[in-house]
């Protein structure tokens, strides 16, 4: 029988102690390799404050001015100036 959405988070979260142990005991296992201890860490943090925000990049083309201006004129119509697209 399958279980849905909302019972399989349930079940998740009810596991959630054990995870958050778990993972705190390999990042300060010094039997695991560097990498596992850099990933426990991250994903307490991840857990603990969010993720960290991501740069984008703008690749040259102008195509997140594009975006940019996309969301002045649709979000904020009246702080756009009159350029076309």
Do not use: C, F, Y
């Not at 778990?22 to 296992?29: A, K, T």
């Amino acid at each position: 029988m399958a279980k849905t959405l909302t019972e399989i988070r349930s079940l998740a979260r009810s596991h959630t102690r054990t995870a958050l142990n778990v993972l705190v005991g390999i990042m300060r296992s010094k039997d695991a390799t560097p990498a596992a201890r850099v990933s426990a860490a991250n994903a307490i943090l991840d857990r603990g404050w969010g993720k960290a925000p991501q740069a984008i990049e703008n690749g040259g083309d102008g195509t997140l001015e594009l975006v940019h201006r996309i969301e002045r004129v649709i979000v904020h119509p009246e702080d756009s100036n009159s350029e076309s697209l």
